[in-house]
């Protein structure tokens, strides 16, 4: 087997279209990612798609449409399940060489010979008796309605490399099963595709969870038979895997963990990926940096060996302070998507003010729709003045000096100075606690909406 391109570097990331994307696969892709455009390389998405029950297209649209939104590119796709030839030809290649044998157990005599070492105190590994059987005894499974699947037959070597986050791994082969790569029903399983993949698309990093450790080890071993010559070069590095803080399974939240549901919340792609890109590292959470700024921080040295812990209550509030800093510009597109149109000076006014992007559509309701105001705690007298100061003055708000002189004729009429006048007229103009700067707002409100507040509230006050 060749590998693709050679001189080139890639990575990949490669996702199984079984569900929607959640913050620990971001995290994998964006790791990634920021890796490929610091190093130079090229950035293979990979669609680990042999479980064709369980793998959708519209997982996959999903998966491209999110990696989009994170600003993730691509340089080329691939899809395993249209692969399967090739994997077909690395099993033959394997079983010319003797390192792929079938067997006949069925899955509970497995799970019994696994019950019986444990209680021995034994580690649970695959026995190999498959491997004495003649062809005779083959045969005659066979013929007994028995349908072989294939193990790689490991070298019982120590297994070492040097893991770019975690040092150097060693791994005795001797502790490990010989892994399963062809199922019963003839379909090669993750361990064998993936190998076949990075070979032959010529991967140089391979950046993934340290749960795929032990997959490590004995790939390894099936890199070097696919690869006796040892053209190609894979250096490995895992990252440890995130914990919620809650203490629950991220598996058992990935439905409000998945992208979608936060962009849905209205959390901005660069508050997930600079918070991703600096959990559990040693890089202090910054909500001015750009995806460029990521690249240039990012080193897989500074990922600790530590368990980071993710609690999305943390993301919200680092979310806020991102979006406060955003410009018009790099909010449009998502505000688009969203269904919120709003002109620039609206976002300067209010982005501040928001916990997420669909605090947008609040203020605007707010400012330009009907809000529900109540303000039984006013009285008749206040209402009346402010609407007869709003009568006084000049068409619109939209200069500081006509709101100035509201203010003023209003504290004049009613007496009312400070907080007192400021509350209860923000209560009066918008039903709100606290918000943008009132002059701000009132700018956006203008005159018209604004009487037509005050004498809706003296109606309801009146009755
Ligand atoms: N589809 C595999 C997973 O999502 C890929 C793992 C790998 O990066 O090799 O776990």
Redesign the pocket.
């Given at each position: 087997m060749q590998p693709f391109r050679m001189g080139m570097k890639w990575v990949?990331?490669?996702?199984?279209p079984t569900g929607l994307l959640h913050v620990g696969?971001a995290r994998?892709a964006l790791l990634n990612y920021l890796y490929a455009q610091q190093e130079g390389a090229q950035f293979l998405l990979?669609i680990?798609d042999t479980d064709t029950e369980r793998s959708k297209p519209e997982f996959v649209e999903a998966i491209k449409h999110d990696l989009g939104w994170l600003g993730i590119s691509w340089n080329r796709i691939e899809f395993q399940s249209a692969r399967l030839s090739q994997y077909k030809h690395a099993a033959e290649q394997l079983r010319s060489i003797g390192r792929l044998y079938p067997c006949y157990e069925t899955p509970e005599e497995l799970a019994f010979q696994r019950k019986a070492l444990l209680t021995q105190g034994k580690p649970p590994v695959y026995n190999r008796a498959a491997l004495t059987l003649s062809i005779k005894e083959r045969k005659s499974l066979e013929e007994a309605g028995r349908i072989p699947y294939w193990r790689f037959r490991l070298h019982e070597d120590r297994i070492s490399w040097e893991d770019g986050i975690y040092s150097t791994r060693i791994f005795e082969g001797t502790y490990a099963s010989d892994p399963v790569l062809i199922r019963a029903d003839g379909v090669p399983v993750?361990t064998l595709a993936?190998v076949v993949d990075?070979l032959e698309f010529g991967i140089s990093c391979?950046?993934?969870?340290a749960?795929?450790i032990t997959?490590t080890a004995v790939?390894i071993q099936l890199l070097e038979a696919l690869n006796p010559t040892g053209v190609a070069h894979i250096s490995w590095a895992h990252y440890p895997l995130f914990r919620m803080r809650s203490g629950e399974e991220l598996s058992k939240r990935a439905g409000s963990m998945s992208l979608q549901s936060l962009r849905e919340e209205g959390i901005h792609p660069l508050a997930v990926n600079s918070f991703l890109a600096t959990l559990g590292t040693s890089e202090a959470l910054d909500s001015s940096l750009s995806l460029e700024d990521l690249i240039a921080r990012f080193g897989l040295t500074k990922i600790n060996l530590a368990e980071a812990q993710f609690d999305p209550q943390d993301l919200r509030r680092f979310n806020q302070h991102v979006l406060s800093k955003l410009s018009f510009k790099a909010v449009e597109t998502d505000l688009y998507q969203a269904g919120i149109t709003i002109s620039p000076e609206f976002w300067v006014a209010v982005r501040e003010n928001i916990n997420s992007l669909k605090d947008v559509a609040r203020w605007k309701e707010i400012c330009f729709g009907t809000p529900f105001l109540e303000t039984p705690e006013e009285d008749l007298s206040f209402l009346k003045a402010c609407l007869h100061c709003a009568e006084n003055a000049s068409d619109t708000f939209a200069d500081s000096s006509t709101w100035e002189s509201f203010v003023k004729e209003l504290s004049q009429s009613t007496g009312r100075r400070g907080r007192h006048l400021f509350h209860s007229l923000r209560r009066v103009l918008t039903g709100q606690d606290s918000g943008p700067e009132l002059h701000v707002l009132i700018s956006f409100i203008g005159r018209t909406r604004m009487m037509e507040r005050i004498r809706g509230q003296i109606s309801a006050t009146a009755l």
């Open positions: 990949r990331f490669a996702p199984s696969n994998a990979r680990d993750y993936s990075d391979v950046i993934r969870g749960d795929h997959n790939q």
